[in-house]
């Protein structure tokens, strides 16, 4: 396991097309996180699962977003009738917590790039 | 996110120099992390402070941690051009700020 995978690497679609990213963490990683980033902005949080539980959904996450994490392994985020404005780089990261040891770093995948038209 | 932020944002020094950035955060935090992202690509973690550190080292990396004052400090020591990105930092799972763009000239 070399990483945090991100399938696929840049999406184009056109505007009013659905798009599925996938992600696939670090074996054993318990958190999964979902960022957005555009060009010249830090990422910001979208949501992240503990295990197959979607704890936490930023208020950037629209009702046309829709993250699962079904088996606790894997993630998609799925965009609905993309607008424009969903261009941007979404990134994903994962990270083991534990009760224990709560503070450990997160990884992150090399993003997918999404362009709409 | 408005919950912190980067400063400068944006510094160039010559290769050999040594860099330092800062972050101030306004929200409680168990962690902070700082990251780097080089252009297009995703985040690399450099490192990890807790909320009871108030300094760490890692290689070339000097972090510190005021928890009074909410903020911390990185400083890359004898930066090399390899260092040119843009840099972060965060707590648990917020990425603060637009980041530092570092750019280390030849």
């Known amino acids: 396991d070399t990483g945090v995978s991100q399938d696929p690497r840049h999406k184009i679609t056109k505007r009013g097309q659905n798009v599925t990213f996938r992600c696939d963490p670090i074996s054993e990683h318990n958190r999964l996180y979902w960022y957005r980033q555009t060009l010249g902005q830090g990422p910001e949080f979208l949501t992240y699962f503990q295990n197959e539980a979607q704890l936490e959904k930023s208020r950037l996450l629209s009702d046309r977003f829709s993250a699962e994490r079904p088996k606790g392994s894997f993630s998609t985020l799925e965009i609905q009738r993309t607008e424009q404005g969903d261009s941007a780089m979404y990134l994903c990261a994962s990270s083991l917590v534990l009760v224990r040891q709560p503070n450990t770093e997160a990884f992150f995948g090399q993003g997918t790039r999404l362009t709409v038209v | 996110s408005q919950q912190g932020e980067e400063d400068p944002q944006a510094l160039s020094i010559q290769e050999g120099e040594n860099a330092t950035m800062n972050c101030s955060y306004k929200?409680?935090?168990?962690?902070l992390q700082w990251y780097r992202q080089n252009s297009g690509r995703g985040l690399v973690h450099l490192i990890l402070i807790r909320s009871n550190e108030r300094e760490k080292h890692s290689g070339r990396l000097r972090v510190t941690l005021d928890t009074s004052k909410k903020s911390s400090s990185l400083l890359i020591t004898a930066s090399r051009a390899a260092d040119t990105a843009s840099y972060f930092c965060?707590?648990?799972?917020?990425?603060f700020g637009k980041g530092t763009r570092l750019h280390i000239l030849p």
């Open positions: 929200t409680s935090i168990n962690n």
């Open positions: 965060g707590a648990d799972k917020i990425i």
